[in-house]
């Protein structure tokens, strides 16, 4: 958010404009200015159109060039929040080279690359990070490798992270289980199983969890927050 300086906290959302991204948006954007994360800038834009105070964050996190180009424009952030990411499935015969990589550098590398650009901003403001983990963040099932593989990565770097910036910015991982998105979907049709939505969390929940992190207190940081279905969910 280049030359802007106001009363309002900036948070940048990556993966901004569906699913549990664009529930946080939606939440935040009432008392933060939000900058709204995501590849395609005319969806973007249309989200950023229905927020009272907001800005894009075009681009490709996979490409890196785009990614610093993009972090360069921003001045001020108080806070950033890990959503994007990408699933998968398969088993451990099945998982190519190419896909092992593409995961592990949206949902690991990607996220190290942005966070490391914007941190002296984040410093500056004793900011906070946020990073959308998984349940597949402590344990793995069959043909699930190659995904468990990238949130536990993620969960050792949020670690060291939250430990090399003790005293200057706060670090939070939450760690939700299945939640009604359209990857979702996608997962369950990819296993040939029956989506049952009620059985699932809602984005609005993940999000409710995330703001939390975000609105402690300075004193207080939600280190690791693990959210998961009650099975009280009304279909």
């Given at each position: 958010?280049?030359?802007?300086?106001?009363?309002?906290?900036?948070?940048?959302?990556?993966?901004?404009?569906?699913?549990?991204?664009?529930?946080?948006?939606?939440?935040?954007?009432?008392?933060?200015?939000?900058?709204?994360?995501?590849?395609?800038?005319?969806?973007?834009?249309?989200?950023?159109?229905?927020?009272?105070?907001?800005?894009?964050?075009?681009?490709?996190?996979?490409?890196?060039?785009?990614?610093?180009?993009?972090?360069?424009?921003?001045?001020?952030?108080?806070?950033?929040?890990?959503?994007?990411?990408?699933?998968?499935?398969?088993?451990?015969?099945?998982?190519?080279?190419?896909e092992w990589r593409r995961v592990l550098e949206l949902n690991v590398v990607a996220v190290s690359h942005l966070t490391a650009l914007v941190l002296p901003q984040l410093r500056e403001a004793r900011g906070?990070?946020?990073?959308?983990?998984?349940?597949?963040?402590?344990?793995?099932?069959?043909?699930?490798?190659?995904?468990?593989?990238?949130?536990?990565?993620?969960?050792?770097?949020?670690?060291?992270?939250?430990?090399?910036?003790?005293?200057?910015?706060?670090?939070?991982?939450?760690?939700?289980?299945?939640?009604?998105?359209?990857?979702?979907?996608?997962?369950?049709?990819?296993?040939?199983?029956?989506?049952?939505?009620?059985?699932?969390?809602?984005?609005?929940?993940?999000?409710?969890?995330?703001?939390?992190?975000?609105?402690?207190?300075?004193?207080?940081?939600?280190?690791?927050?693990?959210?998961?279905?009650?099975?009280?969910?009304?279909?």
């Amino acid at each position: 958010m280049s030359g802007v300086r106001n009363s309002a906290r900036a948070v940048l959302v990556t993966g901004g404009t569906r699913g549990i991204g664009r529930e946080i948006v939606r939440q935040l954007a009432p008392g933060w200015r939000v900058l709204v994360g995501g590849r395609d800038a005319e969806t973007v834009a249309a989200v950023v159109a229905e927020c009272p105070d907001a800005g894009g964050f075009v681009c490709d996190l996979a490409d890196e060039e785009a990614t610093a180009a993009a972090a360069s424009g921003i001045d001020r952030l108080d806070a950033i929040v890990h959503s994007a990411g990408v699933a998968t499935r398969g088993t451990a015969q099945e998982q190519t080279r190419a896909e092992w990589r593409r995961v592990l550098e949206l949902n690991v590398v990607a996220v190290s690359h942005l966070t490391a650009l914007v941190l002296p901003q984040l410093r500056e403001a004793r900011g906070q990070v946020v990073v959308l983990n998984s349940g597949s963040g402590f344990t793995a099932g069959a043909a699930n490798g190659v995904y468990a593989a990238s949130k536990f990565a993620v969960r050792a770097w949020t670690d060291a992270l939250r430990a090399e910036e003790q005293g200057r910015v706060r670090v939070s991982a939450v760690h939700p289980g299945r939640v009604d998105t359209d990857m979702q979907r996608e997962l369950v049709a990819a296993e040939g199983g029956t989506y049952d939505a009620a059985s699932y969390l809602t984005p609005d929940a993940v999000a409710r969890a995330v703001v939390a992190a975000l609105e402690a207190p300075e004193d207080a940081t939600h280190e690791v927050v693990s959210v998961r279905p009650s099975g009280l969910r009304r279909p």
